[in-house]
Nanobody, 126 residues
Framework: QVQLVESGGGLVQAGGSLRLSCAASGRTFSNYAMGWFRQAPGKEREFVAAISWSGGNTIYADSVKGRFTISRDNAKNTVYLQMNSLKPEDTATYYC???????????????????WGQGTQVTVSS
């Protein structure tokens, strides 16, 4: 069983920055891809970013490309999401996700992950 604990959410003005963290335990973190998803009220959960097991491959949703950066520290069993130039439409609950496949490259689909954190709220005011 994998436990994921997100932190770093909060309220920020448009144009500001936040860094989300997700600490993992319960499985060898460094062997699996990680992802970030978000869900706004009344909307489906959507992909934000993913990173391969080694950190060498990253993918982003078009809506965040150039503004958000995903990274990982395998020594700390932690994945990060640096969010810059935040917009009101980035307001959502952000979830980290643990990859389903050994040595995965990362996936934009929820099916590529089999463990999820509890979420952290990000609110961007205009």
């Amino acid at each position: 069983q994998v436990q994921l604990v997100e932190s770093g959410g909060g309220l920020v003005q448009a144009g500001g920055s936040l860094r989300l963290s997700c600490a993992a335990s319960g499985r060898t973190f460094s062997n699996y891809a990680m992802g970030w998803f978000r869900q706004a009220p009344g909307k489906e959960r959507e992909f934000v970013a993913a990173i391969s097991w080694s950190g060498g491959n990253t993918i982003y949703a078009d809506s965040v490309k150039g503004r958000f950066t995903i990274s990982r520290d395998n020594a700390k069993n932690t994945v990060y999401l640096q969010m810059n130039s935040l917009k009101p439409e980035d307001t959502a609950t952000y979830y980290c996700a643990f990859g389903r496949y050994y040595y995965g490259l990362g996936s934009s689909g929820t099916g590529g992950y089999n463990y999820w954190g509890q979420g952290t709220q990000v609110t961007v005011s205009s």
